[in-house]
């Protein structure tokens, strides 16, 4: 069964600052991984997918990176910003149509004025 | 990205009664439907896959009798919270693809509070 984590649960920075969140998947054979933002009482807002076949997808300030082999994504966020400050939330997407999303806990950023 | 839209964004309602939450995708034809629900500071947890025509797949541990997933057409699915109690309070989120996007979409959620 796959399992997500994503450590620390939660992370406050100061303005400014380059940072990575970590996710870690248990079952390497993913279709996809997928990072959301979610604004408290909010629905999700995809920000980055990346195919297995993919090593890192960028937008903007973001960056995500993928090592299928050692189950481990990164997002890492440039020039932190306090609008930053929300959940994000990595999910996982096994081989196979429609298959399900497998999430993370997610890690609450806190980006500090 | 697609559109997808949850209705309502709040209830509340009386325990014993029951709730209906419609998702809808705006702007492309959704095959598959998924519903989730999720509790303070947890992930989202899947409740049911479903497919446009056919029966919802429930997740092991979700009683569908209380959960009623109806998928009656290919931008609508609607989440029926039969005699809802306390514990069903919670936020449920929709999403929805198909095999042509072939990612999820997710709507804005719903937050039910039961008194």
């Known amino acids: 069964k796959q399992e997500v984590t994503q450590i620390p649960a939660a992370l406050s920075v100061p303005e400014g600052e380059n940072l990575v969140l970590n996710c870690s998947f248990t079952d390497s054979a993913i279709y996809n991984l997928q990072w959301f933002r979610q604004d408290p009482g909010k629905g999700l807002t995809s920000l980055l997918l990346?195919?297995?076949?993919?090593r890192e997808q960028t937008s903007g300030r973001l960056n995500a990176s993928l090592d299928k082999s050692s189950g481990r994504s990164t997002l890492y966020i440039a020039a932190s910003q306090p609008g930053d400050s929300a959940t994000y939330l990595c999910?996982?997407?096994?081989?196979?149509?429609?298959?399900?999303?497998?999430f993370g806990k997610g890690i609450t950023l806190s980006v500090r004025p | 990205g697609a559109v997808v839209s949850q209705h309502p964004s709040r209830v509340i309602c009386k325990s014993g009664t029951s709730v209906k939450i419609e998702c809808r995708s705006l702007?492309?034809?959704?095959?598959?439907m998924f519903w989730y629900r999720q509790f303070p500071k947890q992930s989202l947890m899947l409740m049911a896959t479903s497919n446009e025509g056919s029966k919802a797949t429930y997740e092991q541990g979700v009683e569908k009798d209380k959960f009623l997933i109806n998928h009656a057409s290919l931008t609508l699915s609607t989440l029926t919270v039969t005699s809802a109690h306390p514990e069903d309070s919670s936020f449920y989120i929709c999403?929805?693809?198909?095999?042509?996007?072939?990612?999820?979409?997710f709507g804005p959620g719903t937050r039910l509070t039961v008194t």
């Open positions: 999910a996982v997407r096994p081989i196979g149509a429609n298959s399900k999303l497998t």
């Open positions: 990346i195919q297995s076949s993919q």
């Open positions: 702007d492309f034809q959704a095959t598959t």
């Open positions: 999403s929805a693809s198909n095999l042509i996007v072939y990612e999820q979409y």
